[in-house]
């Protein structure tokens, strides 16, 4: 493909103002359909930032060998899930896709090869956010998949590369939590608010400490961080989401958070507002 013919596919997305960039804390896929405190902050958040030409969504859920990205015209709304109400199952979120998009985001990617993906879709990290923020769906929705066989440091430096869709009116959200212990959920204590065991309390804390300094390099090196980081971050699929919303703060960025709450003692929802 020469120059030209990538400028005409890729001008839909001229500059703009800074578009921010999100950590969302997903949960449960429940949060798709309920109207419950943290589906009402994504549904408001979605009417307080500027609307985005496109939305690009690193999901906690969609785990590959190499990086690949969404590239199909019409993505599929993904159930992978079990054991929830048939309500869920039904829910379609037709938003479209961008090829024109994932092509520039290939394009951007010069560490690694990227892969055009025509079989995945939406899977439950994006589309349970998403369809509150933009519930008309006019928005179109990609997702950029983690490569699981790559450390954190990978993972930060490649959203890096990612910062002129910022400018391009993308709004860049990574999907998953940064406490996220599934084996030692309190299930008897999920309706109890702020339920958090103390270790998941302390860790989000200090996460939220450095995020707020702008001090990346612990988080990225999260494994040195003791018994409590191997508690929260048993698994890092629900954490790398993370590290690429913090690999594109700019030092000029503000940080806030939302949905700062823990739930079933090992999870937590904290969410983050970069810019």
């Given at each position: 493909m020469n120059l030209q013919s990538l400028k005409n596919i890729t001008d839909p997305f001229l500059k703009t103002e800074t578009m921010p960039v999100l950590f969302i804390g997903h949960?449960?896929?429940m949060n798709g359909i309920e109207n419950n405190a943290f589906s009402q902050y994504w549904a408001t958040l979605g009417k307080e930032i500027p609307t985005p030409t496109a939305v690009l969504v690193v999901s906690a859920h969609w785990l590959t060998r190499g990086t690949h990205v969404?590239?199909?015209?019409?993505?599929?709304t993904i159930h992978?899930?079990?054991?929830?109400?048939?309500?869920?199952?039904a829910v379609q979120y037709p938003a479209p896709g961008s090829p024109a998009l994932a092509l520039e985001t290939q394009q951007l990617i010069k560490s690694t090869p990227v892969g055009l993906d025509h079989?995945?879709?939406?899977?439950?990290?994006?589309?349970t956010i998403v369809r509150h923020m933009y519930p008309q769906a006019n928005v179109p929705v990609l997702q950029l998949s983690i490569d699981f066989y790559k450390p954190a440091q990978y993972h930060y430096d490649l959203a890096k590369e990612l910062t002129a869709l910022r400018k391009k009116g993308v709004l860049i959200i990574g999907s998953g939590n940064m406490v996220h212990n599934l084996r030692m959920v309190a299930w008897n204590k999920l309706n109890e608010p702020e339920y958090g065991f103390d270790w998941a309390h302390d860790m989000n804390n200090l996460f939220k400490k450095h995020i707020t300094a702008g001090s990346h390099k612990p988080l990225i090196e999260y494994e040195s961080m003791g018994q409590a980081a191997k508690l929260a971050i048993p698994t890092p699929d629900h954490y790398y989401p993370l590290l690429y919303t913090l690999g594109l703060q700019d030092k000029n960025d503000a940080v806030s958070f939302f949905n700062d709450r823990a739930v079933g003692g090992s999870l937590t929802m904290t969410s983050v507002k970069i810019g």
């Open positions: 949960g449960s896929p969404t590239a199909m015209e019409h993505p599929k992978d899930f079990g054991g929830f109400p048939q309500a869920l199952f079989e995945w879709g939406l899977d439950h990290g994006t589309w």
